[in-house]
């Protein structure tokens, strides 16, 4: 079982910066796939970054070159770096862990979401 908490969430302007965390509970999160999904009001939860137990990232096409995540096992959490954000980045942020990395909504464990708002 792994349970999953985020934070760092809030209002900033277009432009600006913000760094999610994901602190997770249990052991071997190591060995676990980590990834952040958001979902805008009306719209479907989607992939945005993930992280394998290797290190090796992914990222959907529209953050690519400004968002960045990263995971420190010691500290069993993940961050989500975001630079340059846009109006449009504004949703509800989840950290998901499964043990096999994917850009489906198919994980096992979810935290219960940050918001962030990007203000024009």
């Known amino acids: 079982q792994v349970q999953l908490v985020e934070s760092g969430g809030g209002l900033v302007q277009a432009g600006g910066s913000l760094r999610l965390s994901c602190a997770a509970s249990g052991r071997a999160f190591s060995g676990y796939a980590m990834a952040w999904f958001r979902q805008a009001p009306g719209k479907e939860r989607e992939f945005v970054a993930a992280?394998?137990?290797?290190?090796?990232?992914y990222y959907t096409d529209s953050v690519k070159g400004r968002f960045t995540i990263s995971r420190e096992n010691a500290k069993n959490t993940v961050y989500l770096q975001m630079n340059s954000l846009k109006p449009e980045d504004t949703a509800v942020y989840y950290c998901?862990?499964?043990?096999?990395?994917?850009?489906?909504?198919?994980?096992?464990?979810w935290g219960q979401g940050t918001q962030v708002t990007v203000s024009s």
């Open positions: 992280i394998d137990w290797i290190g090796s990232t």
């Open positions: 998901a862990a499964d043990l096999k990395v994917s850009q489906t909504t198919g994980y096992d464990y």
